[in-house]
């Protein structure tokens, strides 16, 4: 009987041990997405670095010709300035922080404003990853619309390349080597999470640029890339030890020939395309960082076209509060 009475409990307790047990083990949790899943994601999408230079800028004198009003304009300088200087009839004030968030108010097409037009390059690059696909920069910032405003691009032009023995004529022979992509940690689970996490650092990073003396006075400490055309290369000569990568694409791989574990340095004409760039290989997990004003600040007696010029400058109206 004793026997009998045994196996009754082990008939009837075990298996309800067994379910509760089963009940209680915590569910797996969900695999976490990586650069992977955010390079496939970001094709599909049509998001391709290549994609995001497309039409992305415009002019004081095409904005105020078309009308301000078609346009919802963010402006990214400070809130004394905004309102000290004057702003564009209708802009919004913001940061980069919060471009998103203002940007969700926007029934029109968005275009960011900034000093010089190179902080509103990361802002652009965030809107345009995040859904807004005619988001613009103004070119030359606010600088070009008004003499008030001006001053930015006014006292930002210089020569400190000239007759500095790292900038170096003629052409860049340097091979790029393939790298693998950077790494970072998420708790995304898909491409879509992930991009707005990226997105999210990218801004909360603020804008990165750096200025060309550090850089000229130590261009073994950077990874750097001149995002010119060869023959402007070959013409103007490059900083020493510089790539020249472009269009720096996943559809054509050379993406991967940037290093993940340096500094990756961007410098363009007028620090406007690279603000871009940066902004993009931000997201993507570089350290990257935009030369400020580009060459503009640097052979700018030597440029033949691509440069600031007081002609840039507006007559157009400003706002103050």
Known sequence: MKKLF??????????????TGCKDDPAPAPDKGDFNDLKTYIVNQGLDLPAILTDWITTAAAVHGKST?????????????YNTLGHIDGAVNA???????????????????????QSAGHGVVALRMSGYADAKVLKWGMSS?????????QDNTGNTAIGNANWLDGDQTDTPTTYGYPTWETNATDGAEILAERVNAMLSGGFQGIPNGDV????????????????????YGHITGAYRIKPLSFADGNISDLDPDGTVVTYCWTGQTSSMVTGYL?????????????????????????????GEINDFNLVTK
Not at 6 to 19: D, E
Not at 145 to 153: H, L, R
């Open 145 to 153: 619309w008004n003499a008030a405003t001006a001053g930015p691009w």
């Open 6 to 19: 045994n196996y009754f409990l082990l008939v009837v307790i075990l298996p309800a041990f067994i379910i």
């Open 216 to 235: 000229l006075a130590d261009p073994a400490g950077y990874y750097i890339n001149n995002y010119w055309d060869q023959t402007d290369v070959a013409h």
């Open 282 to 310: 931000q997201i993507l997990g570089y350290d990257a960082k935009s030369l400020k004003f580009g060459t503009n600040s640097m052979i700018y007696d030597n440029l033949e076209s691509h440069k600031w010029s007081d």
């Open 69 to 81: 009003s078609d346009y919802f304009i963010i402006d990214l300088r400070n809130a004394d300035d």
């Open 95 to 117: 940061t980069l922080g919060n471009i998103l968030e203002k940007a969700s108010n926007a029934t029109k097409p968005i275009l960011v404003v900034c000093y010089t037009g």
